[in-house]
């Protein structure tokens, strides 16, 4: 139905493309397109009205655009009232001022009104010079607060990565769309009205206790700090600061083309050697890669996508093809909770940045000859579902987690900060070995359509034994919701399905369940564009460029690796003929490899 | 894995509700006021199954829940008082009244006595504003009440 609506409003669309009319903004004779919002053509033109509530990823068709907040209002001449720019379709001769005396009044009361229920807690607020309530409050130049009414309070909720503070919410309502157009989670909605309404969860429960997958994509929308990440630099310092402890940092794969943003750079800046030569200025004992994990993470997955299909070449029906991607832990959330009766579908390999942990605390430990209790093991990733990820039970031997901490892109400049390190002079240096050295195929991980082009380098040349010779598979990448390609195993076409947000995954794993997709493999990412687009990474206040430019610069690194293949990277060769023996074997199936479980809500019949 | 329990009938009579409006996520609110008529008033479990059923979030059915004064997750009294807080009501005093109830049957507004003989409710206008301030027991009406009234109306139902 959603689909059915979709295509309507594109017809009318089509309809009304190119149909152009004359409108005047301050001052200004416009020609604009007809069915095109006030906000949008004065944007075009280089004005810039204020928002506050609106929420746009132009790339992946995302609008939040409930009109509510106000602050977005325009005077239109005729009109008895002040439009909200957003939520008002331009009209042939309309003459608009985005910044009469009029508006300018009004806009500033509203903002006054906003900030009378909002806490004056930006000294110590995460949030504060990222806040868009903030700048705005500073771009009209309030000074003082004439309101004094009631504030609302509420509980605040502490999840194992997401903290919800509800008294700073604004209603902007961006949280709600996200959680429910974009990922189709349904963890949020606003509940209440008037001046008790608020977005909550299902009986203003416990985020733990909704079927929230923690991939944090509110936080990213968030306007204020209503929403952010559980902290946790304290306890990575503290670790550092324990003589006892060897403290091994590792880092994902979209965090270096996305750090140097916090530091000024143009986004897409490729910082991989500055970012390692931070974390060892920090005090990291070991200065790793997640990459070199990924790389580990396509041998066994690679391996076990080519035991399913030559199994079920072999005739055997019970085989369960697509294999789905596992790398992703808001994805598995997700499943988890949606797709009780698939839980036998996707790959069994942890995630990347698990397997780097099963690998420090029992290889490497091994090797430097200490206990797995007094190595402690930090991630570095643009994900806030990592931080619940690395909790899971199944992670644990005797209570000691594989990862100890796992923090996120803007958790790390804030260290960067706190240590007073000049990032842009800062020189590069190189990870440590043998754990940090890495393919292209590993870096791709961080864009959407990457794992699979990964798995693909490599799962063709051993299903074919022949040499790859063209190790870039366009037709795998894009920033579209939805993709899918054939590629040709010397003969054998294998379907390829690639999904980036959940809604997207919804729709390919609805058609998978009824049997209707003839897929070998699946990727689904939660976040738009991949892990680049990360609910831990720089903030990107909707403006979807920067997605695009760390997408760019993911492929960029990637062309610029003198290896490419997973299967060729020595030290992942090293560590099969060292210690695992094959992909799949038996010391890989007990390490890097987990299962799922059905965390559904059930009806049960009163006994 | 989170559970629910509900006895056989009840979940029955939701899904036999939610299909007679063809499970469509539209007419969550229709079912809400189906099942509300069923079972008197909605909690969480209900909810639950209705969001199932009509394959909406159960975040979704809550806010629906809460935004409309008619729906109540807390089971009505035997004797269900409404005090109109309709502007004509409210100007000849509602309010006195409506603190005269909440002090008398010591509970709040939009709940219900231990005993789960009245609840507490309040509504906007019913219409008869030339007895305001005017409150509902059950169908009943009484216009033109005081605070000094209010222990006696309360007392004829005790």
């Known amino acids: 139905m959603q689909l059915a609506y979709a295509n309507y409003l594109l017809t009318i669309k089509e309809k009304t493309e190119m149909e152009m009319i004359n409108i005047i903004i301050d001052n200004k004779p416009v020609k604009a397109e007809k069915g095109q919002t006030i906000l949008k053509v004065a944007r075009e033109i280089g004005i810039d009205i204020p928002t506050l509530c609106y929420y746009e990823l132009d790339g992946v068709n995302l609008e939040n655009r409930p009109g509510g907040c106000r602050v977005c209002v325009v005077e239109i001449e005729g009109r008895r009232n002040l439009a909200p720019a957003c939520a008002t379709e331009v009209m042939e001769g309309m003459n608009i001022k985005t910044h009469s005396l009029r508006v300018v009044n009004a806009r500033r009361t509203v903002v006054e009104l906003i900030l009378s229920d909002h806490p004056a807690d930006c000294l110590v607020c995460s949030k504060s010079g990222k806040c868009e309530l903030q700048s705005l409050a500073q771009r009209l130049g309030i000074r003082e607060i004439p309101y004094q009414g009631a504030q609302s309070t509420y509980r605040k909720d502490m999840s194992p990565a997401i903290i919800r503070d509800i008294d700073k919410c604004i209603m902007c309502r961006r949280c709600e769309t996200v959680c429910n157009v974009w990922q189709t989670v349904g963890a949020l909605s606003a509940i209440n009205r008037g001046f008790e309404a608020v977005v909550a969860t299902a009986y203003e429960q416990d985020l733990v206790k909704s079927p929230c997958t923690y991939c944090g994509q509110c936080i990213a929308a968030c306007p204020v700090g209503a929403l952010s990440e559980v902290d946790q630099t304290r306890q990575v310092i503290t670790a550092i600061s324990d003589p006892t402890k060897t403290v091994i940092v590792q880092t994902a794969p979209a965090v270096r083309v996305a750090l140097g943003e916090e530091f000024g750079m143009e986004p897409g800046t490729i910082v991989t050697g500055k970012m390692a030569a931070v974390l060892r200025t920090i005090g990291f004992d070991y200065v790793f890669d997640t990459d070199f994990a990924a790389d580990l993470t396509i041998m066994e997955e690679g391996t076990e996508l080519l035991n399913r299909i030559s199994k079920f070449m072999a005739g055997d029906k019970t085989v369960k093809l697509p294999i789905l991607t596992s790398c992703c832990p808001g994805w598995v959330n997700f499943f988890e909770y949606n797709y009780p009766d698939m839980l036998d579908v996707p790959s069994t390999a942890k995630s990347p940045m698990q397997m780097f942990g099963a690998v420090a605390k029992n290889y490497w430990a091994d090797k430097l000859g200490i206990k797995r209790e007094d190595m402690v093991v930090v991630s570095i990733m643009p994900c806030v579902a990592k931080k619940f990820e690395c909790q899971r039970d199944e992670f644990k031997v005797d209570g000691n987690p594989d990862v100890d901490f796992a923090l996120t892109t803007r958790e790390l400049a804030e260290l960067v900060r706190q240590f007073n390190i000049d990032f842009n002079a800062i020189e590069e240096q190189d990870f440590d070995q043998p754990l940090g050295e890495s393919t292209g195929a590993a870096v791709i991980f961080g864009a959407t359509g990457g794992v699979i082009e990964a798995a693909t380098r490599t799962a063709y040349e051993l299903f074919t034994g022949k040499k790859l010779e063209k190790v870039d598979f366009t037709e795998l990448r894009g920033l579209e919701g939805i993709r899918s390609a054939t590629v040709d195993f010397n003969g054998t076409p294998i379907n390829i399905g690639i999904a980036h947000g959940l809604a997207n995954a919804r729709q390919l794993l609805d058609q998978v369940r009824e049997g209707k997709t003839n897929f070998h493999a699946i990727e689904v990412m939660a976040c738009p564009g991949g892990c680049i687009g990360g609910a831990g990474q720089p903030f990107h206040h909707g403006d979807f460029d920067i997605i695009r430019k760390r997408h760019a610069a993911i492929y960029r690194e990637d062309a610029g690796k003198p290896i490419r293949k997973s299967h060729e990277n020595p030290f992942i060769q090293a560590l099969y003929k060292d210690w695992l023996g094959e992909p799949c074997g038996e010391l890989s199936h007990h390490l890097l490899h987990t299962h799922y479980f059905d965390k559904s809500k059930h009806i049960e019949i009163e006994g | 894995m989170a559970k629910i329990k509900l006895s056989e009938d009840k979940i029955n009579k939701i899904k036999e509700i939610c299909s007679s409006f063809g499970n469509k996520p539209s007419e969550v609110i229709n079912v809400l006021h189906k099942v509300q008529g069923e ?120």
């Open chain 2, 39 to 158: 079972f008197g008033y909605l909690p969480a479990e209900l909810q639950d199954v209705i969001a199932q059923e009509m394959k909406v979030s159960a975040a979704h059915v809550y806010g629906i829940v809460t935004f409309y004064s008619f729906f109540t997750m807390t089971p009505k009294g035997e004797h269900p008082i409404s005090v109109c807080m309709g502007t004509a009501c409210y100007v000849r005093g509602a309010e006195k009244v409506l603190d005269e109830f909440k002090r008398e049957l010591k509970i709040g507004v939009g709940e219900t006595t231990p005993d789960g003989k009245f609840s507490l409710n309040c509504l906007r206008c019913v219409g008869a504003c030339g007895l305001a301030p005017v409150v509902l027991i059950g169908d009943k009406v009484y216009g033109r009440l005081t605070p000094d009234g209010v222990k006696d109306i309360i007392n004829e139902y005790r």
